[in-house]
């Protein structure tokens, strides 16, 4: 789904909608309060990575490079999703014949970039059964999205913010929020490209900025043959993401002509999408995992959006996790309670 311009301002289509914020945003609390009384918790840490935008913020990136710095750290890792826009609803765990078709886009391009175990189901408390069922010795997993998913518990919430901030700072309908700003105020930390924005003063102990740069393109189904920024002068570029736009401004701000295709997020790619489009063509690597086949014998090119997390985050997170499993370990019967002190 492409997110409808008047998102981003207050004007009449907003005012007119945000009675239906209101009710989405009690039925959403509602559901939220039910599934926290029987939220399951799997046995190892979970870390989420999430948004309360309705996609387009930039997790994706986000989760790669902290997966990669995890496995930096020596830790065992694993994700788990929900598989947006996958064909098949059953459990998957990934393995060498697993595919975007399968696993979902993005999961699948954390599985290629990362080489993580991956696990996806509906359910992420269920994945995450199936995750540690295969792969028993995992030290943490990370679940991509899933900040609303109440019914799983988490040891550490991200919170990730795009160009686009919050828009309008309505929730949906109205607005572009699944939950409102609120929700930053039980957060662990957030992550954002632009640190200020005004709605993330009342946060700014727990915003950690990151840096974000479009990489050396790739081939497309050759990943070892790369090609210079220079090289590039005129190009068709497809986005099939939340915001187009930013993928065909940061193409046009490296001095390229840009003839820009706009699909839906999660689009699924056919031949018919290319057949008028002059090439080289540049994409996303969202977007390449779904055209490998269709493009194997095209001049198609892929950008890295190559992003870095501020120095510490990883160690930080590592502390709250291990201070977290200190206390579970406590047993409050090795403790007087204040009324026997005042005996």
Not at 26 to 47: A, D, G, H, T
Not at 196 to 223: D, E, M
Not at 295 to 323: C, K, R
């Amino acid at each position: 789904m492409k997110a409808p311009d008047f998102w981003q301002s207050n004007n009449w289509i907003s005012t007119f909608l945000k009675p239906l914020s209101c009710l989405y945003q009690s039925l959403s609390e509602k559901n939220k309060l039910k599934k926290l009384k029987v939220q399951k918790k799997l046995s190892v840490p979970v870390i989420v990575v999430g948004n309360i935008n309705v996609g387009g913020t930039g997790k994706t990136p986000v989760t790669i490079a902290l997966i990669s710095e995890l496995q930096q750290q020596g830790l065992n890792v694993g994700l788990i999703s929900r598989g947006y826009g996958r064909k098949d609803e059953s459990i998957i765990v990934s393995d060498e014949k697993v595919s975007p078709e399968l696993l979902g886009d993005e999961p699948y391009l954390i599985y290629q970039k990362t080489n993580v175990p991956v696990a996806v189901a509906n359910q992420r408390y269920d994945a995450g059964l199936a995750l540690l069922a295969k792969y028993p010795d995992l030290d943490v997993i990370v679940s991509d999205d899933g900040l609303q998913h109440y019914a799983l518990h988490r040891d550490f919430e991200i919170a990730v913010f795009g160009k686009q901030g919050v828009g309008n700072g309505n929730v949906m309908p109205a607005g572009p929020l699944r939950e409102s700003v609120d929700r930053l105020n039980s957060v662990d930390a957030i992550v954002t490209i632009d640190d200020t924005f005004h709605f993330l003063l009342p946060y700014s102990q727990k915003c950690y900025k990151i840096a974000q740069r479009l990489g050396v393109p790739y081939q497309l189904n050759n990943f070892k043959q790369i090609q210079q920024w220079e090289n590039f002068s005129l190009v068709s570029a497809i986005a099939g993401i939340a915001h187009p736009s930013n993928f065909f401004n940061a193409l046009s701000s490296k001095n390229i002509e840009v003839s820009a295709y706009p699909f839906d997020d999660h689009h699924t790619y056919s031949a018919e999408d290319f057949a008028n489009m002059a090439e080289p063509i540049l994409m996303t690597e969202k977007d390449a995992v779904k055209c490998t086949q269709i493009l194997h014998d095209h001049d198609a090119w892929v950008v890295p959006l190559e992003t870095t997390l501020p120095s510490g985050f990883i160690e930080m997170i590592i502390q709250h996790i291990n201070f977290k499993k200190d206390i579970e370990k406590i047993d409050p019967k090795n403790f007087i309670g204040d009324s026997e002190c005042l005996n």
